[in-house]
């Protein structure tokens, strides 16, 4: 269930499972999140969708962009790559990612790419196949990936994607490619504030 007056993109990704990759409990301390989401249509009326915000919920970027992808897979590379692609515009390479998909291979394979990028050889764990179509995008998101201090992503559900509706009906969201761009830094984590106890000097002798 969601928290209260957190935000939309950070609760989700710390309610979805990271496949192929361990959840640790401070995965709220994600700088910025990128939800993503392609899609097809055989009317050449597909579409990509992204919607970028920092962890205190401060929308960075929102796209809405037609597409013709051959199909439903490669269209969701394609929007996974352009997300990031626009994240690492605006966010320093110091940062932590967290990616939101509805596509389980490509949680999936983001995440074996960042176990490989841990390996000493840089192998991967397991096998990743990529749709033929998505090859150049996936050299791209590899790059992104690896660019940043540290990725992880997560797999949401369809409905909960707040990049669906972007990607499903590009042309009636154009007007938000029309933002202005926003170079959000998320504020530091604070602790909260300690108070030492009252110094005895402070008390009368009977307390």
């Known amino acids: 269930m969601a928290a209260h007056g957190r935000p939309a993109l950070r609760d989700l990704f710390d309610e979805s499972p990271t496949p192929h990759i361990a959840?640790?409990?401070?995965?709220h301390h994600r700088d910025f999140y990128v939800a993503t989401d392609?899609?097809?249509?055989?009317?050449?009326?597909?579409?990509?969708?992204?919607v970028i915000e920092t962890r205190d919920g401060e929308r960075v970027a929102r796209i809405a962009a037609s597409d013709d992808a051959p199909d439903n897979n490669v269209a969701?590379?394609?929007?996974?790559?352009?997300?990031?692609d626009v994240v690492a515009e605006r966010a320093p390479r110091?940062?932590?990612?967290?990616?939101?998909?509805?596509?389980d291979e490509l949680a999936g394979n983001v995440n074996t790419a960042v176990l490989a990028g841990h390996h000493p050889d840089w192998q991967p764990t397991r096998a990743i196949e990529v749709p033929t179509a998505s090859e150049h995008h996936w050299r791209?998101?590899?790059?992104?990936?690896?660019g940043f201090d540290e990725v992880r992503a997560a797999r949401i559900h369809?409905?909960?994607?707040?990049a669906h509706y972007l990607a499903?009906?590009?042309r009636e969201y154009a007007h938000v490619n029309e933002e202005p761009d926003r170079?959000?830094?998320?504020?530091s984590p604070g602790s909260s504030p300690q108070y030492p106890p009252p110094s005895r000097a402070d008390r009368h002798a009977s307390d």
Do not use: K, M, Q, W
């Not at 170079?183 to 504020?187: A, I």
């Open 140 to 146: 791209g998101i590899r790059a992104r990936v690896s």
């Open 168 to 170: 499903n009906a590009p």
């Open 183 to 187: 170079c959000v830094l998320p504020e």
């Open 23 to 27: 959840h640790p409990p401070r995965t």
């Open 94 to 103: 110091t940062a932590s990612v967290g990616v939101l998909v509805d596509h």
């Open 38 to 50: 392609g899609s097809f249509r055989a009317n050449d009326d597909g579409g990509i969708g992204a």
């Open 158 to 162: 369809s409905e909960d994607n707040p």
């Open 76 to 84: 969701e590379y394609r929007a996974l790559h352009l997300g990031l």
